[in-house]
């Protein structure tokens, strides 16, 4: 049989805060897909490369200009 989740365990958990935060800003990082272009050497047609970052307020234009 399961266990049951109390009011309160409800209410504890939804409280916490589960993000992380940057340490030179301190506000929360979301994570962004950031998609590039690139030449491939072999064939000479273009890629797109694609990674996930973690942007906030103080690389938000750093991330925005590439």
Do not use: W
Not at 14 to 31: F, L
Not at 35 to 57: D, N, P, W
């Amino acid at each position: 049989m399961a266990k049951g989740k109390s009011f309160m365990d409800k209410v504890a958990k939804s409280g916490q805060d589960t993000t992380i935060h940057c340490p030179e800003c301190g506000e929360s990082i979301s994570m962004i897909k950031l998609i590039s272009s690139e030449r491939s050497e072999k064939t000479g047609a273009y890629r797109f490369k694609q990674k996930f970052v973690g942007m906030c307020k103080c690389n938000e234009n750093d991330l925005s200009s590439t």
